[in-house]
């Protein structure tokens, strides 16, 4: 494959796999710069028990699940505190929802087998295919597990419906150093990049949270629009993108990371593709 990336500046929001990404932008001939714009702290199983033995005992009527890496740290975590056999017994016998095939993927392995599935892997996706099924959420009481970050969307839908939302948080996402922020805010508007790749919602807003404090959002956008490409690594991280008003986005087919890097480089060899 040719260099598509030849004498472009890459930055990268990620604070995971920068090094393999950084290796993949440079042997595409890219420069690759690293402006990490979060971190994740997984909470101890002692701080979920109490909450999760009170789900448990209190049994709910649908269980919502948003990523793989959160179910999968809440079944493991249940384990830790005693209660993994009955939480895969509770979890067997009530309905589920989920977004994301890594969700599904966690579930399965536990022969799991979801009530609704998101249509594309998004927020807006979960919500669509529940309406679709016409589910009477009235009286009931839904566990929806985060995924660092509120989900008001998805929580404002539900309790519309008359439902009880009880939120779980396995893990939470630690905001970027402000000097981060505004140096990669301050190499965009330099005309120092030629791409931001973002590999999960949490980054979008911190970089346009920043930029909101600016009140610089509109020259910013056109920047995204006209100078400086967004590339986001799934239709998550895209729909965030697209919530924040950017319109010109590069998303791989496949989310990997690598993928992102390689659609990229494509993207620069045909623009068309965008």
Request: one cysteine or more; charged letters at 25%; a neutral charge.
């Amino acid at each position: 494959m040719g260099k598509g990336l030849a004498g472009k500046t890459i930055a990268l929001a990620a604070s995971r796999k920068v090094a393999d990404m950084r290796t993949l932008i440079e042997k595409q001939g890219g420069v690759c710069r690293s402006y990490p714009l979060q971190g994740t702290v997984f909470l101890a199983a002692e701080d979920i028990a109490p909450e999760w033995r009170s789900i448990i005992n209190g049994t709910p009527d649908w269980f919502m699940f948003t990523t793989g890496i959160g179910t999968d740290a809440l079944i493991e975590a249940s384990g830790e505190i005693g209660l993994k056999d009955e939480l895969l017994g509770l979890l067997q016998r009530t309905p589920i929802a989920l977004r994301g095939y890594k969700t599904l993927a966690v579930l399965k392995k536990y022969g799991i087998t979801p009530e609704v599935v998101d249509e594309d892997g998004t927020t807006a996706g979960l919500i669509a295919a529940l309406k679709k099924k016409e589910i009477d959420f009235n009286g009931k009481h839904i566990v929806v597990q985060l995924h660092g970050i509120t989900l008001p969307r998805l929580t404002a839908y539900l309790e519309q419906q008359g439902a009880k939302v009880t939120s779980i948080l396995p893990y939470q996402h630690i905001a970027p150093e402000a000097k981060v922020v505004e140096q990669l805010y301050q190499a965009l508007h330099s005309d120092e990049l030629d791409a931001v790749c973002f590999t999960t919602a949490i980054q979008v807003r911190a970089l346009f949270d920043y930029v909101k404090q600016t009140g610089d959002d509109s020259r910013t956008l056109a920047l995204l629009e006209n100078r400086v490409v967004a590339v986001a690594v799934g239709k998550v991280t895209a729909e965030a993108l697209k919530e924040e008003g950017v319109k010109r986005l590069v998303v791989p087919e496949k989310e990997r990371m690598g993928a992102m890097i390689i659609e990229l480089a494509k993207y620069y060899k045909d623009p068309a593709l965008s």
